[in-house]
């Protein structure tokens, strides 16, 4: 791009990507690692009844037992700060909360699946109950390549419980008419959340990400809203209900010409420090 070109040129000396098209150019042996607020996640279709993923404890083995700590290391470079909730952790309405750990909780998760009978195994390695098969497609779109980095490296997590994951790609077209159709699974997600954490987009039923979230789910989140939850109440059913899975919160990367000292990042303001910025003479 231009603006690449300019920073090879020193016309410009900070230039940032924030990683969208999958393609990233490491320009300078100087990096910043920006914050955003795009949160990363796994959709999880409660609607549909064809999918394992309308079983609620399913759900809440999905949520628990994943290790998000090792999927965000394997995705988008590794620039992810991982999550179990759709805020911050330092969020300062999360305080005093107990959360689910970034690890994962192994052990709580295959107790949660054995006392469903899920406690066989077939000659794959996948747990069965005798007659059924833990098995999901993880739905993803082919237009960011980091976003199949995700897939794949949730499709390992899902391995260590036993569920076996297969990944479906599609183009921008098919992945948004598998979304509307609403015969599917899994599905990698992203948005960008506004700085005070509304999550209306997820629940409401215009909402941009409206996918696969019962009413139930939807009706707590608006009480939620109203003040009739307190955040305690709010995370506990969201972890009971579990209308989607946070993996993380990615960042942009920002590359530095060498000769350029000062430089600070902010949530949400790259440029804040600037006026400390300084250049060797």
């Known amino acids: 791009t231009s603006e690449v070109y300019a920073f090879k040129s020193n016309k410009i000396s900070v230039y940032k990507d924030d990683l969208t098209d999958g393609k990233y150019e490491n320009l300078s042996s100087k990096t910043v690692s920006v914050p955003t607020n795009n949160l990363v996640y796994a959709g999880l279709n409660m609607r549909w009844g064809g999918s394992i993923t309308s079983v609620a404890w399913i759900r809440r083995v999905i949520n628990i037992g994943i290790n998000r700590l090792d999927i965000s290391a394997a995705s988008f470079l590794g620039q992810c700060e991982p999550t179990t909730m759709p805020f911050k952790p330092s969020f ?17 998760a295959i107790s949660i699946l054995e006392k469903n009978g899920y406690d066989k195994f077939t000659d794959e390695g996948y747990r069965t109950d005798g007659v059924n098969t833990l098995r999901l497609s993880i739905l993803v779109c082919n237009n960011n390549p980091y976003k199949k980095s995700v897939a794949e490296a949730l499709q390992k997590s899902l391995a260590t419980l036993g569920i076996k994951a297969t990944i479906s790609v599609k183009n921008k077209t098919d992945y948004l008419k598998a979304l509307e159709e609403g015969f599917y699974e899994i599905y990698i997600g992203e948005i960008e959340l506004p700085a005070d954490y509304d999550l209306s987009e997820f629940y409401n039923a215009e909402g941009q990400v409206n996918y696969g979230i019962s009413e139930k789910a939807s009706v707590n989140y608006e009480n939620f809203k109203k003040g009739n939850l307190n955040m305690t109440e709010f995370v506990e059913s969201f972890n009971t209900d579990v209308p989607f899975a946070p993996l993380f ?4 990367v920002m590359s530095v010409n060498p000769d350029v000292s000062g430089i600070t990042t902010a949530e949400g303001n790259v440029y804040l420090s600037a006026s400390d910025w300084k250049v060797k003479k």
Not at 92 to 108: A, V
Request: aromatic share 10%.
């Open 249 to 252: 919160f990615r960042k942009s």
């Open 92 to 108: 300062y309405k999360l305080s005093g909360q107990e959360l689910i750990s970034t690890k994962g909780d192994l052990n709580r």
